[in-house]
């Protein structure tokens, strides 16, 4: 039986499917097709992704069942190569891991509704977020039925959209297939544009935060991790396919709102209006799956280190409260001063580097599991290499592309070393 507390495979499934598909598909094509319109090129930089995001579920599986603990980056990397690595990971998850990816579903949702409603869109985004933290600080039952209904809902539009993009013929698309796909791949802005595709495929490790609270998690967690992965990756290759075959290029160049645009196109105002309420409620199923993630990672944090102990306590019904909090405070800031482009990339890049570091984990695992206990990644390395290769191609292209978010990164990993170094300090001295 489960414990009362826990969640099965289907919610662990739902919860990897609402991180995943958030803003990121709705938003980040126009911005890639400022700078690579081949429609080869697009379908080459999604196809990428979901390798990419198949590759670090397999390695991210291997390590759930391994060290089978809450916490996702913090925890794996405190275990396989030094508690600062951890520490600097579980830093980055506090302040923009979840928190930057909720605050970029709410200012798509603002954007996408607020002008139907008649409130201004910060407004909307600040609510939204709000409502969503005070339910999941009810209860995990609570949380499951939040999450099971929203996702099961986003999926079915998209299924929806997906359809009645392939039956109704466009008027002009913006399919080109040419052969400009080959100097677009090496482009810096080919890798640019790869960067907001592997922020729309994050998510793909969403349960191994929650390890916990999953039944049987040496045997859902993988399966949960690769279905989900799986399934978005899918959806989003021809959701795209979609997108370009129904508009034309001109409409959706540097546009934020895709889907909305899409949306018109396909149902005209009226039934756009509606898909666009239908795409808002996708977005608050993953604003919901990172508002009861993301805290966990700061509530095993807080267990591991005094200065942050005050945010480790739990409700009777095992709800990190005091987490849940902070984080929605730490996305209110983000929301009201960045724009989506700033945080998206600048979020990205200290991301992708936690991840990159968390996959070499998996050969740390290797030499020490030698009793084939837990799942164990096929075809190792193959997975890991692909995962570690494209992960270097987009952190150095960044650097050179986007030195300012690129430098606001690795301030912010600077800032946690301080942080951790002071926590050290701050413990010996209530210690002593």
Request: hydrophobic content about 50%; some cysteine.
């Amino acid at each position: 039986m489960a414990r009362a507390n826990s969640i099965g495979f289907f919610t662990a499934t739902t919860i990897v499917v609402a991180n995943m598909i958030g803003a990121g598909i709705f938003t980040s094509l126009g911005f890639q097709l400022v700078d690579t319109t081949n429609t080869w090129s697009i379908i080459i930089l999604w196809s990428l992704g979901a390798l990419m995001a198949l590759c670090g579920a397999l390695s991210y599986a291997e390590l759930g069942t391994y060290w089978t603990r809450s916490g996702g980056e913090y925890h794996f990397l405190s275990k396989a190569f030094h508690p600062l690595l951890g520490y600097l990971s579980g830093w980055v998850s506090l302040t923009i891991g979840f928190s930057a990816p909720v605050a970029l579903s709410a200012m798509a949702l603002g954007k996408y509704v607020a002008p139907y409603l008649g409130v201004p869109d910060m407004i909307l985004a600040i609510s939204t977020i709000l409502v969503v933290s005070f339910l999941h600080s009810l209860s995990i039952k609570r949380s499951s039925i939040l999450q099971n209904t929203t996702t099961i809902l986003k999926v079915l539009l998209i299924l929806v959209l997906i359809y009645f993009g392939f039956a109704k013929t466009p008027e002009a698309s913006a399919f080109l297939w040419d052969l400009s796909w080959k100097e677009e791949m090496i482009l810096p802005a080919f890798a640019v544009s790869f960067v907001y595709v592997t922020f729309s495929y994050s998510g793909w490790n969403a349960a191994a935060y929650i390890v916990d609270e999953i039944h049987e998690s040496r045997k859902n967690l993988p399966r949960a991790l690769l279905l989900g992965t799986a399934v978005v990756s899918i959806l989003y290759l021809v959701l795209n396919f979609v997108f370009l075959r129904q508009n034309p290029l001109e409409d959706i160049q540097g546009q934020l709102e895709i889907g909305q645009i899409t949306a018109i196109s396909l149902f005209g105002e009226e039934g756009g209006v509606l898909l666009s309420f239908g795409i808002a409620l996708m977005l608050i199923s993953c604003i919901s799956a990172m508002v009861w993630v993301g805290p966990r990672v700061t509530q095993v944090l807080a267990e591991d280190h005094k200065l942050w102990s005050w945010f480790s306590v739990k409700t009777k019904k095992q709800v990190p409260v005091r987490a849940i909090w902070l984080q929605t405070t730490i996305t209110l800031l983000l929301l009201v001063t960045g724009t989506f482009e700033q945080v998206l990339v600048y979020s990205g890049f200290v991301l992708q580097l936690s991840a990159a570091l968390t996959v070499a984990g998996v050969f740390v695992v290797r030499r020490k599991n030698k009793s084939n206990g837990g799942f164990r990644s096929p075809l190792f390395p193959i997975p890991q290499l692909i995962f570690l290769l494209l992960s270097i191609w987009v952190l150095v292209y960044l650097v050179f592309a986007k030195p300012l978010e690129t430098g606001l990164g690795l301030l912010n990993l600077a800032l946690g070393f301080l942080v951790y170094t002071f926590d050290g300090f701050y413990s010996k001295k209530i210690s002593g």
